[in-house]
């Protein structure tokens, strides 16, 4: 069974600070998917990476991939309120043997004035 | 706007009654998967339709079924609800990924679902 593990699980920081998420994986794979959620609303898509070592960055987030280590991280560099929601990261593999995507339970994080 | 369309957005309903929740993918968008979301349980799988045809399964309860019709159009049936069934049902598209895709889920902004 694909697991999807992310760590933190809920992060409290101060604006103007760095911080790391985590997303380990059970399974090979080479593509990873970083999500945002505001409260009650929809999963919006942030980052799309498709092959190790792959890196991109939008505004003040940045993620990588090590899919030898299963590895995704997700840093905050100077973070600012409007940066506070939920994180959450995916992998391929629904577990049916078909597409689809596998979602850790997310990263509650409040950024703090 | 991610171009999928769920409604009901919000719906109120008693224990033992049967729901149905629609969804609309994005334009040329073959695949709909459904996930709940709970506090409880995270974001859990529950069913992938492919070009009409059922593709996956996930933690789908018997209670549920699903179906997409030649229009691309899912719904998501339940049925004999329970006050544990309470959650927020996720629809979400993507491209083949054969193809042009990327594996990229766009999400709609959900059917929020109380059970009483």
């Known amino acids: 069974e694909l697991k999807v593990e992310q760590n933190p699980l809920f992060l409290s920081m101060q604006e103007g600070k760095n911080y790391t998420i985590y997303c380990n994986y059970s399974t090979t794979s080479d593509r990873l998917y970083w999500y945002r959620q505001d409260p009650g609303k929809s999963l919006e898509s942030l980052f799309v990476?498709?092959?190790?070592?792959a890196v991109k960055q939008e505004g003040r987030l940045m993620a990588s991939l090590d899919t030898k280590a299963r590895l995704s991280t997700l840093h905050i560099t100077a973070a600012v309120h409007d940066l506070s929601a939920t994180y959450f990261c995916a992998v391929d593999g629904s577990g049916g043997g078909a597409d689809g995507l596998t979602f850790g339970k997310g990263t509650h994080l409040i950024i703090q004035p | 706007d991610s171009g999928v369309t769920q409604t009901p957005k919000h719906l109120i309903t008693a224990t033992g009654q049967r729901v149905t929740l629609r969804c609309s993918p994005r334009?040329?968008?073959?695949?709909v998967y459904w996930y709940q979301q709970s506090l409880d349980q995270g974001l859990q799988f529950l069913i992938q339709y492919y070009n009409g045809e059922e593709r996956a399964k996930g933690n789908i309860l018997e209670r549920f079924s699903a179906q997409q019709f030649p229009d691309l159009h899912s719904e998501l049936n339940l049925s004999s609800l329970e006050l544990g069934d309470s959650a927020l049902y996720f629809c979400?598209?993507?491209?083949?990924?054969?193809?042009?895709?990327?594996?990229?889920?766009?999400f709609g902004e959900g059917s929020r679902l109380t059970v009483l």
């Open positions: 990476l498709l092959s190790n070592g």
């Open positions: 979400a598209s993507s491209r083949p990924r054969v193809a042009i895709g990327t594996g990229e889920l766009f």
């Open positions: 334009s040329g968008d073959l695949s």
